[in-house]
């Protein structure tokens, strides 16, 4: 996912995280500078739909606008075929845990 929170921001007119830390206050959004730091410095790992809503409210946008799929991504890091059969090979042990017979006919 590429995320456009910088780009939102400034289209709105917030060229600072300050900024828009202070917008999300006051919409009822009180987040930490760590957070928001992280939030406007790169891709987050994790978003609060609850946040996302209150950011896309102070920005005018969707949550479309921010977060954009990237499918060439993902289909380059999908592994081979070669290398999904040797991951299957090596699973040779049963998994653990009890084992149990099939109840009397």
């Known amino acids: 996912m590429l ?3 910088r780009i939102k921001a400034a ?3 917030i060229w600072k ?8 206050a006051d919409a ?3 987040i930490s500078a760590g957070k ?3 939030l406007w410095a790169g891709t987050p ?3 609060r739909l609850d946040d996302l809503d209150v950011i896309c409210f102070v920005l005018g946008c969707t949550p479309s606008d ?7 991504v993902v289909a380059a890091n999908k592994p081979t075929p070669k290398v999904a059969a040797a991951r299957s090979a090596t699973r040779s042990r049963p998994a653990p845990g009890r084992r ?3 109840p009397p006919a």
């Open 3 to 5: 995320w456009k929170l």
């Open 17 to 24: 995280s300050t900024e828009m830390r202070r917008r999300l």
């Open 11 to 13: 289209e709105a007119g």
């Open 28 to 30: 009822g959004l009180e």
């Open 66 to 72: 921010l977060l954009v799929c990237q499918p060439d």
């Open 36 to 38: 928001m730091s992280s």
């Open 100 to 102: 149990r017979t099939t």
């Open 45 to 47: 790992t994790t978003v």
